[in-house]
């Protein structure tokens, strides 16, 4: 589809045991970019780990979609900037307001055709 994935992710964890896990799934190819709050003074939902990321793909928050399953860091947290939602159900976080995302998903495997269909709309 021609997007840049990217991912933040509020951990302790240092970078090499976090891309270890990627690299063993195949996943570390997809993300150019990862910022690991372990590696900023920064964590979901403060702006600047959101903006620090948006730099680094070279994209503004109108051209970015976060997705995520916890609604304070993830979901309020991007609004804040502009960036549109993603909200990933889960079994443990079915009490967010989903109106406060821009859509909800139960599978990943969604999103390429809600991507697709957000794109068409423009």
Avoid: C
């Avoid at 509020?10 to 045991?17: A, L, Q, Y």
């Avoid at 690299?23 to 690991?36: A, G």
């Avoid at 900023?40 to 680094?56: E, G, H, N």
């Amino acid at each position: 589809m021609g997007l840049q994935l990217a991912i933040i992710s509020n951990t302790f964890s240092p970078r090499s045991v976090l891309d270890r896990q990627l690299e063993h799934f195949d996943l570390i190819r997809f993300f150019s970019v990862r910022t690991y709050s372990s590696e900023t003074v920064y964590r979901k939902p403060d702006r600047r780990i959101f903006q620090a990321t948006l730099s680094k793909l070279g994209a503004t928050a109108a051209e970015a979609v976060m997705v995520g399953d916890r609604e304070r860091e993830d979901i309020k947290g991007a609004r804040r900037l502009g960036i549109r939602t993603i909200w990933k159900r889960g079994t443990t976080n079915s009490h967010l307001n989903i109106e406060k995302a821009d859509a909800v998903i139960e599978s990943i495997g969604e999103l390429p055709r809600l991507i697709e269909r957000w794109r068409e709309q423009v």
